[in-house]
């Protein structure tokens, strides 16, 4: 049997999805609002970019750049986004509503809670415009099937300080073995916040494959990530994904070791955009300028030093101030890059077929089938 190598976590969070009306996401929390809960905030529309000068939200436009295609919208258009649960790995979405980018875009954004799953049928359908997730096996299986979602954006960028992902019981893992032998969860209870078809999957896929194991000679559970650090605790789990900051609350038990996290360089993290935005172009650039202007201007380095993200990010999240700060926070790039999208969206499709009853076909697909980058690129094309 060959083991799995110990890495450093490099992005917390993931999302699982089996097919349009399959399980919950890697970020479906056991105490996140219900599905017909609906969060609307609009902040004020004044930011203070890092240089002191005062400027309105949405008024950054690049030098030679057309300023009538950077312009806000005539008329005000709305756009609704789904969230699985109030999580700061969506900040960029949250602070773009509470400090009035969308406003100052022109734009009438609602933030509904809906599971991942929950929300492929809407967003395939058009009663959705934009979902917060990873690129799954569910989103892949509604692309290959005809309808038109794309992985449009990510949320967040790697931090390789944290030691987000796979933890487990430290008998099966011994304290003198320096890599975890994948042989040893045959027969035992694994868990993720969905269960099988994501980014989780995919990472402990790879390595069960070189194994000679399958999902079958596991028990495979899907469990909220507070469900499953307390059952990592007490003992009542063999393995389980913990994201940020729940990890940090194991970082010193002896009882559990930490594993693996996501691959180098991609997490899989995704705005996956519907129809209904890619048949508005107008909105989706708009949509995606007022999130380029707020990653440059507000969460691009320590964003955790910010007293107005942290206060913005706390009445979004409703979450106490203190309780958002952690010593591995989430890293967000200025530009929203997707270095990487395209090798990781066929090596994560491959390790799914080969692994087997994740797929509804054999042959990847290509990136462009999945990834559009295009509207993104237009948003940068607009912010200096």
């Known amino acids: 049997m ?35 809960e609906t969060t609307t905030t609009t902040g004020a529309a004044a930011t203070e970019p890092a240089d002191g000068t005062t400027t309105t939200a949405g008024d950054t436009t690049s ?35 509470e400090l009035g980018y969308f406003e100052a875009e022109g734009l009438d954004v609602t933030i509904e809670n809906l599971s991942s799953s929950d929300a492929l049928a809407p967003l395939g359908q058009g009663r959705l ?21 794309r992985w449009a954006a990510p949320l967040y960028e790697a931090n390789p300080d944290a030691a987000e992902g796979l933890y487990v019981q430290a008998e099966l893992f011994p304290a003198d073995q320096d890599t975890f032998d994948v042989s040893a969860l045959e027969g035992k209870v694994v868990s993720t916040p969905a269960g099988l078809g994501g980014t989780s999957t995919f990472i402990l896929a790879e390595q069960m494959l070189a194994a000679g194991l399958t999902f079958d000679d596991l028990t495979y559970r899907q469990m909220g990530t507070t469900d499953i650090l307390a059952a ?9 994904w913990l994201s940020t900051p729940f990890w940090g609350q194991v970082a010193d038990n002896p009882d559990l070791r930490y594993v693996q996290g996501f691959p180098d360089a991609q997490n899989g993290t995704a705005m996956l955009m519907g129809p209904s935005m890619s048949e508005r172009p107008e909105v989706a650039e708009a949509f995606f300028r007022a999130l380029v202007k707020v990653s440059s201007e507000h969460l691009a380095g320590d964003y955790q030093d910010d007293p107005e ?13 203190e309780d958002l700060v952690v010593d591995a926070p989430n890293v967000f790039d200025a530009g929203m890059r997707m270095d990487g999208a395209a090798d990781f969206n066929e090596r994560m499709q491959q390790t799914f ?5 994740l797929l509804d076909y054999d042959e990847p697909l290509a990136a462009d089938t999945v990834i559009d980058e295009s509207f993104l690129d237009a948003a940068r094309s607009c912010v200096g």
């Open 2 to 36: 060959l083991p799995i190598s110990v890495r450093r976590a490099v992005a917390p969070l993931c999302v699982l999805a089996l097919a349009l009306a399959g399980c919950g996401g890697d970020d479906d929390d056991a105490a996140a609002p219900a599905a017909d």
């Open 63 to 97: 030098e030679g750049t057309d300023d009538a295609a950077c312009a806000p919208l005539a008329e005000t258009e709305s756009v609704t986004v789904s969230a699985s649960s109030a999580n700061v790995a969506f900040a960029t979405v949250y602070l773009a509503q």
């Open 129 to 149: 415009d934009m979902t917060l997730s990873t690129i799954n096996a569910g989103v892949y299986n509604a692309i290959n099937s005809g309808v038109d979602i």
């Open 232 to 240: 990592l605790e007490q003992g009542g789990l063999d393995m389980g």
């Open 309 to 321: 993200v942290l206060a913005a990010l706390s009445t979004a999240l409703d979450t106490p101030e």
């Open 353 to 357: 077929i080969d692994i087997g009853g």
